[in-house]
Antibody, heavy 120, light 107 residues
Framework: EVHLLESGGGLVQPGGSLRLSCAAS????????MTWVRQAPGKGLEWVSA????????DYAGSVKGRFTISRDNSNNTLYLQMNSLRVEDTAVYFC?????????????WGQGTLVTVSS | DIQMTQSPSSLSASVGDRVTITCRAS??????LAWYQQKPGKVLKLLIY???TLQSGVPSRFSGSGSGTDFTLTISSLQPEDVATYYC?????????FGGGTKVEIK
């Protein structure tokens, strides 16, 4: 059974940094692209970033490019999102998600999410 | 970047009604479109991928159609457990943009 567990969320001041982690299990982690999606309070879904399976190709939304870095540790089945220069508008629940393939594709499994609050 | 526009933003229908949600891409995306269901307090769920392929385990009352720029998600007979917000997403290339969502309620 596929399981995705996010951690690392919390309260941070504007301009601060935070690193999210997503522990994955139940599938061959290195074979699949992984994605971060966020949802601001009361708002819709926003795609944030994705990383390829074994080649580690990365893509970012324009709103986070240059501030966020996605990475993965295939030996420990863990996905990361390093978030720097955080802004109030980055406040959201961040979901970790597994792609259906090694490349960009629909997401077939989601985590429960971790809340990031950026506030002074 | 390609924009994804969903309509309506909300709808209310009776149990047993046929419900249709549309998603329009600002440029052609072939069939690289997925539909997701989000219920309060529940994990997001993939319903449809490749515009019309039903994800395993999803009830057959859900169906998807379309290609290029215009897509639809249809619930053939609305059930109480279908109360949720539905999102489309393009995935032909980054950014993998979502539509704004459609909240479905029971009348």
């Amino acid at each position: 059974e596929v399981h995705l567990l996010e951690s690392g969320g919390g309260l941070v001041q504007p301009g601060g940094s935070l690193r999210l982690s997503c522990a994955a299990s139940g599938f061959i982690f290195s074979n699949y692209a992984m994605t971060w999606v966020r949802q601001a309070p009361g708002k819709g879904l926003e795609w944030v970033s994705a990383i390829g399976g074994s080649d580690g190709t990365t893509d970012y939304a324009g709103s986070v490019k240059g501030r966020f870095t996605i990475s993965r540790d295939n030996s420990n089945n863990t996905l990361y999102l390093q978030m720097n220069s955080l802004r109030v508008e980055d406040t959201a629940v961040y979901f970790c998600a597994k792609s259906r393939s090694f490349d960009l594709a629909a997401v077939n499994y989601w985590g429960q999410g971790t809340l990031v609050t950026v506030s002074s | 970047d390609i924009q994804m526009t969903q309509s309506p933003s909300s709808l209310s229908a009776s149990v047993g009604d046929r419900v249709t949600i549309t998603c329009r891409a600002s440029q052609g995306i072939s069939k690289y479109l997925a539909w997701y269901q989000q219920k309060p307090g529940k994990v997001l769920k993939l319903l449809i991928y490749a515009a019309s392929t039903l994800q395993s385990g999803v009830p057959s009352r859900f169906s998807g159609s379309g290609s290029g720029t215009d897509f639809t998600l249809t619930i053939s007979s609305l059930q109480p457990e279908d109360v949720a917000t539905y999102y489309c997403q393009k995935y032909n290339s980054a950014p993998l943009t979502f539509g704004g969502g459609t909240k479905v309620e029971i009348k």
